[in-house]
C-alpha cells in the first residue's frame, strides 16, 4: 500500500517540473527573437560641414581688390586715413565660429562706395540633418527673399535696339562661365545701354551707337539688359545668385546695389556692394559694379579652408 501511494505523488512532481520548463523555454525563445530587430534601427549619423572656422573678414580682401571697389582710397593722400580705409571696421557678432563680417565705406569726388562681406558657418543640431543640408536650405530662404525675376528680355524696345525683332534670344540657357567672369548664365547677351566695363571679354554695349560717353541716364536706369539682370550663378560655389538694385529716389543720385551670395558647403558668403555718385545725373554703371562683386566672390571661394 505505501509503495502504490507513493508513485503518484513522484509522478504529479515530475509533470509539474516539465510545465515550467517548457514555459522558460518558451520565454527565452520570445526574448532571442526580438534581439535581432533592435539591432536592426541603427542609422549613421550625417557627416559634419566641410568647413570648421571661417577666415578673418577684414583681411581676406586684398588691397589691390579693393583699390578697384573702393576707387577713393588711391585718392587718399594722407597714410594713416588710407590705413584705415584698407582696415575696414568688423561687423558685430557674439559668435566668430559661426558669423564674421567686415564693412568698408569710402569717399571719392565722384561717389561714395560701400562694401560689405559677410561668412556664415551653418551648423545642424538635428542628427537627422547634415551641416551642407541645412546650410543648403538657409541659401535657398536667401534666394527666395532675394524674388529674383525669370530671365527676360528688355520690357521697352526702342527706335534704336537693334535686336532686330528677335529679342528673345537672351531667353537660351547658355553653357556655364569661367569663375569670376562677365560671361551670363543666359546665352548672347542683348544690346545694352549701358557703357561698356572694364571687365575682358565682355560683350555688353557692344552694339551700341557710341563707345565714349556714356548713355542717358533716364535709359539706363529704366532699360536693364537680360545678361545683367538679377539671375542665379552657375559657376561660383555649390550654388550661388546675383541681385542688382537701382534706388528710384528722385531728390538724390540714383544708389545701386550689387549682391552675390554663394554656398560652399556648409558656409555662406555675402557680398553686398553699393555705389551712390555725387551727382544727381549720374548712374552707378550695373556691369562694371556686377564684374568687380563677382571677381571678389571668387576670389573668396578660392580662400575657404575646410
Not at 546665352?187 to 551700341?208: E, K, N
Request: with cysteine; glycine share 10%; net charge negative.
Amino acid at each position: 500500500m505505501q509503495r502504490k501511494a507513493y508513485v503518484p505523488g513522484v509522478a504529479a512532481l515530475l509533470a509539474a517540473l516539465l510545465v515550467g520548463c517548457t514555459s522558460g523555454s518558451g520565454d527565452s525563445g520570445a526574448t532571442d527573437d526580438a534581439n535581432p530587430g533592435d539591432t536592426g534601427t541603427a542609422t549613421a549619423a550625417p557627416q559634419p560641414g566641410k568647413y570648421r572656422t571661417l577666415p578673418e573678414p577684414c583681411g581676406v580682401v586684398s588691397h589691390g581688390t579693393l583699390d578697384s571697389l573702393l576707387p577713393g582710397i588711391e585718392q587718399l593722400t594722407d597714410d594713416d586715413q588710407r590705413d584705415e580705409a584698407y582696415a575696414g571696421d568688423a561687423t558685430l557678432t557674439y559668435d566668430t565660429d559661426r558669423k564674421v563680417g567686415c564693412r568698408w565705406k569710402v569717399q571719392s569726388a565722384d561717389a561714395t562706395d560701400h562694401l560689405l562681406v559677410d561668412f556664415e558657418r551653418v551648423v545642424s543640431y538635428d542628427n537627422s540633418v547634415s551641416d551642407d543640408t541645412q546650410s543648403h536650405e538657409v541659401f535657398a530662404a536667401l534666394q527666395d527673399a532675394a524674388h529674383l525675376p525669370e530671365p527676360t528680355t528688355s520690357d521697352s524696345a526702342s527706335p534704336t535696339d537693334t535686336s532686330s525683332g528677335t529679342p528673345s534670344t537672351p531667353n537660351t540657357p547658355g553653357t556655364g562661365s569661367t569663375a569670376g567672369s562677365d560671361v551670363s548664365p543666359h546665352g548672347s547677351p542683348s544690346p545694352t545701354a549701358t557703357p561698356s566695363g572694364d571687365a575682358s571679354g565682355s560683350s555688353s554695349g557692344s552694339s551700341s551707337g557710341s563707345g565714349s560717353g556714356s548713355p542717358s541716364p533716364s535709359v539706363s536706369s529704366t532699360v536693364t539688359p537680360a545678361d545683367l539682370q538679377p539671375r542665379v550663378l552657375g559657376d561660383l560655389g555649390d550654388e550661388a545668385f546675383l541681385d542688382d538694385a537701382l534706388s528710384s529716389s528722385g531728390s538724390t543720385a540714383k544708389q545701386r546695389t550689387v549682391t552675390v551670395v554663394f554656398r560652399t558647403s556648409n558656409v555662406i558668403v555675402t557680398i553686398e556692394y553699393e555705389e551712390q555718385p555725387a551727382t544727381i545725373a549720374a548712374v552707378p554703371d550695373s556691369k562694371e559694379m556686377q564684374d568687380r562683386a563677382r571677381k571678389l566672390a571668387a576670389q573668396l571661394a578660392d580662400k575657404l579652408v575646410g
